[in-house]
């Protein structure tokens, strides 16, 4: 059974920074990419970050660019999810997500299809 369990999420204030982990495990996303998208109420599901877990390519939305680092440690199985200089629009549900074998970095919702559970970030501002 895959599992993609995500943490680190809490309330931070505005300028602050935290890092989310996704852990993985049941399968080997080695040759896949792996994101990171997010959730606010009355909006859909946006992309935030991807990473292809064997060749490193990241690519990013433009609203995280340059605050955001998506970043992968295969030993482990885990990706992570640094996020620097906090806004309040930031605030969501994170969700980290995985693609099939042999899926490319891609920022669309519907090219993963593994999930996880989510971890709430707050920033107040």
């Known amino acids: 059974q895959v599992q993609l369990v995500e943490s680190g999420g809490g309330l931070v204030q505005a300028g602050g920074s935290l890092r989310l982990s996704c852990a993985t495990s049941g399968r080997t996303f080695s040759n896949s990419a792996m994101g990171w998208f997010r959730h606010t109420p009355g909006k859909e599901r946006e992309f935030v970050a991807t990473?292809?877990?064997?060749?490193?390519?990241?690519y990013y939305a433009r609203s995280v660019e340059g605050r955001f680092t998506i970043s992968r440690d295969n030993a482990k199985r885990t990706i992570y999810l640094q996020m620097n200089n906090l806004k309040p629009e930031d605030t969501a549900v994170y969700y980290c997500?995985?693609?099939?074998?042999?899926?490319?970095?891609?920022?669309?919702?519907?090219?993963?299809?593994?999930w996880g559970q989510g971890t709430q970030v707050t920033v107040s501002s």
């Open positions: 990473i292809h877990m064997r060749a490193g390519t990241t």
């Open positions: 997500a995985g693609r099939n074998y042999g899926g490319s970095v891609s920022v669309f919702l519907s090219d993963y299809i593994y």
